[in-house]
């Protein structure tokens, strides 16, 4: 039983991004936007590096307490399926013209890896979870009579998922690779030059693939296809900004995205595809003294259940933040991450899968 829940609770993605930026831009130059809208508002063109490590436990409370039952690693740290790892970063690009703005974020080769390495030694049983994340995003935006911003954006990411459950009597990999592509609109409004008002919509298709291979004791491998799901997230927020480039400014925004349960029945010989409703919240602070930047991010999400089977998932990621960002020239930024995913099952109790560690940013602003 400890082995299904961990099973589930390890299927969870784990971007790890926190920043919120719908109604404005971050005061970090190196980070791109959630709201292609909020791009438009951006004072720098800017071309960044962005790597992250992470480490942490597994911890389950099956057994009535909570007990460490494995470990988590993400970034350079994480081995891969053939114990092969890489830098892993990302790349991101943002072009400021006097209307018009555009950026592109992507990952590299595999992209963001994670490593899951669990042992229950009651059940004699080893978990072990790899993960790829791979990204790209494109925004584009056009601010109208400096108060007005239009942004349209495209997002594709390839989760891959590959885990190895050993034990005695039992031996099998499960391989499940889901694709989602986001197609999106915002609009954010300026008032007063401080106060900024955003809203939009987010189109979302997912397809994927799950291939079960049962090694011991009896050979076996069946894959099959997930029914196409599609849905549409609302996105809105309200921000401050002020001050001056250069000079001191200050930045505070508080978003959410809001993502309604989609639940597709199987089809033919495809499996069915169901994604929980999900509320995710953003709050940052940014301050600027002249080139020294000061940042806190916060993410909530949660995910409900779903056909009141009793499993949610909670995550709440926080990041703070110390950067040099002139206006000109090279950029660094260096953020403590901190995450815990809760997985809560209604019979098996809960799972808490909590990394920490850092992420760098270098970049050059022109």
Known sequence: MIRRVLFTAFMTCFALSANA??????????????GAA?????????????GKDLKGDVENDATGEKTKVGDV?????????????????????????????????????????????????????TLNTYKSEQE???????????????????RNLVNKDKIENTNPVFQRIVNKELTTIETNITASWKLADIFYLAAGMESINQSGTNKTTNIFPVASETEQDFVDNSWANAVYGAGLMTGEPGKMQFRAEYSMKVSPESIKEAEGTKAASNHPQTTTS????????????LAYFNKTE?????????????????????????QEGLTVSVYSIDKKVTKTNSLLGETDIMPKGLILIVGWNF
């Open 21 to 34: 930026q719908i109604a404005t831009p971050n005061l970090d130059s190196g980070f791109h936007t959630f």
């Open 38 to 50: 909020a791009t438009g508002w951006k004072t720098n063109s800017n071309f960044s590096i962005i």
């Open 73 to 125: 690693k993400i970034g350079p740290s994480a081995a891969g399926p053939n114990d092969s790892a890489g830098l892993s970063p990302s790349l991101y690009g943002v072009y400021k013209g006097e209307a018009f703005a555009a950026e592109l974020y992507t990952t590299i080769g595999d992209g963001l890896k994670t490593d899951i390495e669990t042992e229950i030694t009651a059940a004699t049983t």
């Open 136 to 154: 790209l995003i494109a925004n584009f935006s056009y601010v109208f009579a400096d108060s007005l911003s239009i942004g349209i954006g495209y």
């Open 282 to 293: 953003f709050a940052t602070l940014e301050a600027k003294f002249g080139n020294i930047l």
């Open 302 to 326: 949660k995910e409900a259940e779903i056909d009141d089977n009793g499993e949610e998932t909670n995550t709440v990621s926080n990041l703070i933040g110390l950067g040099w960002q002139p």
